[in-house]
């Protein structure tokens, strides 16, 4: 375009002193120092928006995965809702799980625990057992 330009300018300047150009061709060209900041300072502008829109993005992506996992969340606290009331052995196998996940910890820790069954709502079950120890609540 630029090129173009100064052709068609200086073909026409030279007709008038009888003067034929066949080519021309542009060798060094050098802007300004301030046009030379605009670029650049463009340049960064444009970065700087592309961070920002990728900022957004990942914005908009993590609260997708909060809301996935709340509605996740809200059906499972209705789905043990249904079933604590459809069946009531569903909240003793809670609380044999919930035991049985104690014990392992304790068992699996080297320090010594007593416990009583009324602390994990247990009458009388056996735990937990491995070769180190057996873990029986009453």
Avoid: W, Y
Wanted: net charge positive; proline share 1%; glycine share 4%.
């Amino acid at each position: 375009m630029v090129s173009r330009l100064v052709r068609e300018n200086l073909t026409r300047r030279a007709r008038r002193f009888n003067l034929i150009l066949d080519d021309v061709s542009i060798t060094h060209v050098a802007f300004s120092p301030e046009f030379t900041h605009a670029v650049e300072a463009k340049q960064v502008a444009q970065q700087i928006a592309q961070r920002a829109a990728f900022l957004v993005d990942q914005a908009i992506q993590e609260k997708q995965s909060i809301i996935v996992r709340a509605q996740g969340e809200a059906r499972s606290a209705e789905l043990i809702g249904e079933a604590v009331r459809t069946n009531k052995g569903f909240l003793q196998l809670r609380r044999l799980e919930a035991a049985r996940e104690i014990a392992t910890t304790l068992a699996q820790s080297g320090n010594k625990v007593m416990l009583d069954a009324k602390s994990l709502l247990l009458n009388g079950e056996l735990l937990f057992r491995n070769e180190r120890s057996v873990l029986i609540l009453v």
